[in-house]
């Protein structure tokens, strides 16, 4: 959208993440206008990291009561590059498919930044995280504390279909899967009810082209059951010394 040259100028700077990833999650945003400055945080009780960089800027975005010339500087290649370049816009004219076959990931997420970018001239800068950035520091300081506030809310659009846990706020009554699974300890089992503990993996050799494992999952004392959920999965891509090679 073009707006006139004398409509405000606005920068935000937004981080985001989740620890571990996906796990906890939280944003933070500083937008500045002049003298006029705002900061903006939420956290997620169940998130990743990519997402909360997206809602960090969405919320800077969403916040401007009015259109602008805006500067959105952001530590998050995923997100410069993809707006930057076109591409956010190409996955939404193909569907939200960012190939043939490949969907693109985050497309509610996605949507949502390219419906709030509509009213303004928006500019996106990479910044390098944690060298110093005075405001991306800020940001990553708002995040940290969002991540750590009591009872957070569940970030519904948050599923993971190909593995273990889905987020159930998105599901219509009576047609739950039954591979959603509780994403945390003490969260009742699927099964029988019983409180869920966290156990650690057995220390196992890996195997020929194995390329992740879980260092822990969640386990039933009621019913015995075991639950491999997304936050314990650790990638094999570098070694790990925490497994055995293979011999």
Not at 39 to 56: F, I, K
Not at 123 to 143: M, S, Y
Not at 204 to 229: A, D, I, N, T
């Amino acid at each position: 959208m073009t707006v006139d040259q004398k409509q405000p100028e606005v920068q935000i700077y937004t981080d985001g993440g989740a620890d571990p990833n996906p796990g906890r999650g939280g944003y933070g945003v500083v937008l500045i206008s002049g003298t006029h400055r705002k900061e903006l945080s939420g956290g997620y009780r169940l998130t990743t990291n990519n997402r909360m960089e997206l809602l960090a800027v969405i919320a800077g975005l969403e916040a401007l009561k009015k259109p602008s010339w805006v500067t959105v500087f952001s530590d998050s290649r995923y997100i410069v590059d993809a707006m930057s370049r076109g591409a956010a816009l190409r996955w939404r004219g193909n569907g939200w498919m960012r190939t043939q076959k490949a969907k693109a990931k985050n497309a509610d997420l996605w949507e949502r930044l390219l419906t709030a970018s509509e009213s303004h001239v928006v500019t996106f800068e990479w910044v390098p995280g944690h060298r110093g950035v005075v405001e991306n520091e800020r940001c990553d300081q708002l995040a940290g504390l969002a991540m750590k506030v009591a009872d957070p809310p569940d970030d519904t659009g948050y599923v993971l279909a190909d593995t273990a846990w889905v987020s159930l706020a998105d599901l219509p009554p009576r047609q739950v899967p039954s591979r959603a699974l509780p994403p945390s300890a003490g969260e009742p089992c699927r099964k029988c009810d019983t409180p869920l503990v966290k156990q650690a993996s057995k220390r196992k050799k890996r195997k020929p082209g194995q390329q992740f494992y879980y260092e822990w999952y969640l386990y039933c004392p009621g019913c015995k059951s075991m639950y491999m959920v997304e936050a314990g999965k650790r990638s094999l891509v570098v070694d790990d010394p925490l497994l055995d090679r293979p011999g």
